[in-house]
């Protein structure tokens, strides 16, 4: 009852697309080639459209939607039924999330997005250059009603009811680099910016020699990714974070937590997870309709997590 009492009281966001197109361009980590994208404005309810531009017809548009999903080894890959796809979707995705933009389209002249810095910061960076504009249209989302898991060996995937937006993972290497971290994060205002954009990639230099070995990762070096080798890690840099590793992990899976269409609200929790059981898992919740409520969305909504725990903090 509280809920519904907080979203009559506060107001109903609107929906955002950008205000101007925009391009960049870059390698794309696996094939090595330089690829083009651009973002440009879309109308309200369209959500989030790729589309191939080097490809003749009307097959060339895919929409970013967990059962366009086709592949989730290394990257998310999404396709049409045409055959048309588009791979290594999720940093952008994450962006489009972080910013929320809710309609966008996505032109590219290639079959896999440029890899940049490894991390979502680029992306960001173009949306905040191109401008968001509201549009005449209610912001909606989708709030978790009730518990709904993929557990598979050593790795979880989970969503549960909450108010606001929040993300837990638990990651755990065999690699005194990385070992064992855990990080939460409560998304509002300008947390994904400043908490998780900056995150890059990261691999180890046995598998990195392996996929160039096998026609992967060709564009992949360490100014777009963090390289650990038995010694250590390779950059000469170092980390942007204590933890860049486990936050890059929740980077991921906001991008792909993002292929739902809507915002969610609820926590989601990962330990071990990755592309595919991230994509399971919403697979998983669509499967229940008894799991998932579509609602309008409001500033309490993003606000929720801080206020939870506010609250948890007060009465410790």
């Excluded at 907080?6 to 929906?15: G, T, Y």
């Excluded at 794309?28 to 369209?46: C, F, M, R, Y």
């Excluded at 959500?47 to 097959?59: C, S, Y």
């Excluded at 170092?238 to 992990?249: D, M, P, Y």
Aim: glycine fraction near 8%; charge should be negative.
């Amino acid at each position: 009852m509280t809920n519904i009492k907080n979203q009559k009281a506060s107001k109903v966001l609107r929906q955002k697309t950008l205000k101007t197109a925009i391009n960049c361009s870059g390698i794309a980590l696996h094939s090595g080639e330089k690829v083009s994208i651009t973002l440009k404005p879309a109308p309200a309810d369209s959500g989030i459209i790729f589309k191939r531009i080097d490809i003749a017809g009307g097959g060339a548009e895919i929409k970013a939607t967990y059962d366009n999903v086709v592949e989730t080894t290394l990257c998310t890959k999404i396709g049409n039924s045409d055959g048309v796809t588009i791979a290594t979707i999720e940093h952008l995705m994450a962006a489009i999330s972080g910013c929320a933009i809710d309609n966008l389209l996505i032109e590219i002249n290639g079959p896999e997005m440029p890899v940049m810095d490894g991390s979502a910061a680029p992306f960001v960076f173009l949306i905040e250059c191109a401008g968001t504009l509201e549009q005449d249209a209610p912001r909606k989302a989708i709030r978790i009603e009730k518990n709904v898991s993929i557990d598979e060996k050593d790795r979880f995937a989970g969503f549960q009811p909450c108010k606001g937006s929040i993300l837990d993972f638990t990651i755990d290497f065999d690699n005194p680099a990385i070992a064992r971290q855990e990080h939460s994060v409560h998304m509002g205002r300008g947390v994904f910016k400043d908490e998780l954009s900056r995150a890059r990639t990261f691999g180890f230099l046995h598998e990195v020699e392996y996929m160039r070995a096998n026609g992967l990762a060709r564009g992949g070096s360490l100014d777009n990714a963090v390289v650990v080798s038995a010694d250590g890690i390779m950059n000469e840099e170092g980390l942007r974070f204590e933890n860049e590793f486990v936050r890059h992990k929740i980077l991921d899976a906001v991008g792909d937590l993002a292929l739902a269409g809507l915002p969610i609200i609820g926590r989601y929790t990962g330990i071990c997870s990755g592309h595919y059981l991230n994509n399971q898992l919403l697979h998983a919740l669509m499967a229940d309709q008894d799991a998932w409520s579509i609602v309008p969305m409001t500033q309490d909504d993003l606000d929720g997590a801080y206020v939870e725990q506010r609250n948890a903090a007060k009465s410790a």
